[in-house]
């Protein structure tokens, strides 16, 4: 709209200044129309724009022997056009990008509904895309009744020619978010893999009171990017959520691919920003959870193994972190056949990062060979198998 203003505006006061020449010259309104499109010429230098174009009208043109006076306000409506093309679309980004306060429709998140209260700042910030800003940080603080100490949401909104950010924060006083967006050009931003802030906060709305019913616990905090994800993390509580509730999975049940949340509970107090102090309780609550199907290959034969054998799964989880090492009173352990043996920082960590070690050898078409070893934790040491790939069944497995 800017540039189709400021063509019809040049072309008008052009033609306006051919009306008013002083004498008849050939090509009259072309050069009119020269000295214009001079006037306007512009560089860029380091997201500078400089007035190059009439630079050049004042160095060489001040000496005009005929129609001057049209020529000279041309070149002078040039400069205007390249001033109005400069203010225009900051005071317009200036505006757009201006702080917004959108009162909250409910301070307490078992109440509300965070898809709702997103729904209306998009309202009263007159969003026009429906669905394709996303969701990439998402930081969440209740207390025990579920009133809002802290809620701060980034989005980003990549379907337009520009990539407009978005930082939504809780006010001061709890019963407003203040919402700030910056826009950029779309290619200086790139894309990202993150997932629509609708469908995401639809699935964070399934959160009841009864899923967080440790009374000892004073505050929760919730952290997510909301990023669909590959997800294998065992030996941590994880909890499915979905409409039928809060459900463990099972170390068994890995991986999938889900949304995560890490939920951290403290029996303490929290700051003026609302950051937790503490964190005694850590669960990661798991939600739009689906079974990851994998293509067994030398890179996951391990990984479908484990989920196919509970055998595999357990000689696997017992035989690394805190199965087979610790760190008690400054000294580090590892533990041999049962018995804990005090060692070298650098042999503890040597043996966290470098066991179980693992051959893979391909037999055949659609067939692995797969050894593991670790001489610490509990005998046995070591596991052996073979995996077909095309049924993914494991034959021959043996321990020793």
Not at 176 to 182: G, I, P
Request: glycine letters at 6%; a negative charge; charged letters at 30%.
């Amino acid at each position: 709209m800017v540039e189709l203003f400021l063509f019809i505006l040049s072309i008008a006061v052009v033609i306006n200044l051919y009306y008013k020449s002083d004498e008849e010259e050939p090509y009259l309104f072309m050069k009119l129309l020269g000295y214009t499109i001079l006037g306007a010429f512009m560089v860029e230098i380091n997201r500078m724009k400089l007035p190059l174009g009439f630079v050049v009208f004042l160095w060489f043109f001040r000496d005009i022997p005929i129609n001057a006076w049209g020529k000279k306000r041309a070149a002078y409506l040039g400069l205007t056009i390249f001033m109005l093309s400069v203010i225009i679309p900051f005071v317009e980004k200036e505006w757009y990008e201006r702080p917004r306060t959108v009162t909250l429709q409910q301070t307490n998140f078992y109440e509300g509904s965070l898809l709702e209260e997103w729904k209306k700042v998009k309202k009263e910030l007159d969003v026009e895309n429906e669905y394709g800003v996303k969701l990439t940080d998402f930081r969440m603080v209740i207390d025990k009744q579920g009133e809002y100490e802290r809620l701060d949401l980034s989005m980003v909104d990549e379907s337009n020619r520009y990539t407009v950010l978005y930082k939504i924060r809780l006010s001061g006083d709890g019963e407003a978010v203040r919402v700030n967006r910056s826009r950029y050009d779309a290619e200086q931003w790139g894309t990202s893999p993150y997932t629509e802030a609708d469908f995401v906060l639809a699935q964070f709305d399934l959160l009841t009171k009864p899923m967080l019913k440790d009374d000892r616990m004073n505050y929760y905090e919730f952290n997510s990017d909301g990023q669909r994800m590959g997800y294998a993390v065992r030996d941590q509580k994880n909890f499915r959520v979905d409409t039928a509730g809060k459900k463990e999975l099972k170390d068994s049940e890995l991986p999938v691919d889900t949304i995560v949340v890490d939920v951290c509970g403290t029996k303490g107090t929290i700051d003026e920003h609302g950051t937790l102090f503490d964190c005694d309780t850590n669960q990661h609550y798991l939600f739009d959870v689906m079974e990851r199907e994998l293509e067994v290959n030398s890179g996951t034969v391990i990984e479908v193994a484990r989920k196919i054998s509970p055998q595999i799964d357990q000689w696997l989880t017992e035989h690394v972190g805190e199965y087979i090492g610790s760190e008690k009173n400054g000294e580090f352990i590892l533990k041999i056949d049962g018995v804990e043996k005090s060692v070298s920082k650098q042999e503890y960590m040597k043996a966290l990062k470098e066991t179980p070690v693992v051959e893979i050898n391909e037999e055949g078409q659609d067939k692995w060979e797969v050894k593991v070893e670790n001489p610490y934790g509990e005998a046995p040491h070591i596991m052996e198998f073979e995996m077909t790939g095309i049924d993914q069944e494991v034959t021959k497995l043996h321990f020793r």
